[in-house]
């Protein structure tokens, strides 16, 4: 089942097109990432999704619910975090999530158990009385997490979370996000880094200039692309003899010295092609310090498609 269908969707501002025929689906329980450089569309595809915008075309569908119907946005529970969080600076945190958990629908007990939950989880019960407008980038990042959060929504928007926090805080971020999905929530949230896209999602949407380029599994962008794994050998004293080796089905290369990057013709032998490689460098008097296989990153891909904009 899919929680999040988009299809075909098309918003306009003036006569600028920014989102142009989008599709993408997000199954239930899953983490969908959408990548993509700045101005590609993210934070609008994201807007329509939840209704915020009025968009020019195409369905969007959350949780079996029309988002253009009237009263839809009523009837989905949904979490959002903004890329740039909004609060009422004068109110402290605790009053912020209050407010915020009612609006959502909590209320009496259960909206004080909850505030109290998500100021533990996101590790900011410190600044509980602290008011909004004296907290850093981060931990606003945060609270506005934990208002996204607050009312355990089935699906949950996020736009850019991770942008504003140091390494630390990510890792908080990722683990909650990953607990979240364990526990049957269904996650779509964009970034423009793309080793949290890697740690965090099981698809991905590829963005740019308002099209959706690829979606779907990772590693079928991987495929897609064609991009093959590699090995990668560090020698000691590189002296050149590996310029005698040669290895039927492979081309060794030489990136730059005491490296060597091997190719291998059938990218499914890559393993078996392993001891042949090492047995051919070791007759030929190379000394290897180091040999690894290197698959090829989201990042790698990215640059694949998009070429460089990022
Ligand atoms: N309210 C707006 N009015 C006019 N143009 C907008 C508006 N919001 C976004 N855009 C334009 O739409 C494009 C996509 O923006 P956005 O969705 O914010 O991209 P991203 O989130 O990927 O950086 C950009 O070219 C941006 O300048
Ligand atoms: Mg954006």
Known sequence: MEAIIIED?????????????????????????????????????IRSLL??????????IVSGTD????????????????????????????QALVTLGRLSGLEGERLRTRVDEVL??????EYRGRKVGKLSGGTLQKLGFAQAIVH???VLVLD?????????????????????RDSGTTILFSSHILSDVEDLADS????????????GP????????????????????????????EVLGTDIRQPSTGWLVVHVDDPDQLDAYVPRVIDALMKAGCRIRSFNRRDPKLEDVYMAYVGGSM
Request: glycine content about 12%; overall charge positive.
């Open 218 to 245: 990772i590693d079928g962008l991987e495929r897609m692309v064609s991009l093959r794994s590699e090995l990668v050998v560090e020698l000691s004293d590189d002296r050149g003899e590996w310029r005698s080796v």
């Open 51 to 60: 209704g915020l915008v009025p968009y020019n075309g195409g369905k969007v």
């Open 160 to 180: 850019e979370p991770m942008a504003s926090l140091d390494p630390a805080s990510r890792f908080m971020l990722k683990k909650i996000i990953k607990e979240l």
């Open 152 to 154: 355990e929504p089935s």
């Open 120 to 125: 533990g989880q996101l590790g900011i019960e």
């Open 9 to 45: 969707l098309v918003k306009r501002y003036g006569h600028f097109v920014a989102v142009d025929r989008a599709s993408l689906r997000v199954d239930e329980g899953s983490v969908y990432g959408l990548i993509g450089p700045n101005g590609a569309g993210k934070s609008t595809i």
């Open 67 to 94: 988002m253009s119907a009237p009263g839809a946005q009523g009837k989905v529970r949904v979490g959002y975090l903004p890329q740039k969080a909004a609060f009422q600076e004068w109110r402290t945190c605790e």
């Open 204 to 215: 991905v949407g590829l963005l740019q200039s308002g099209k959706v380029r690829y979606s």
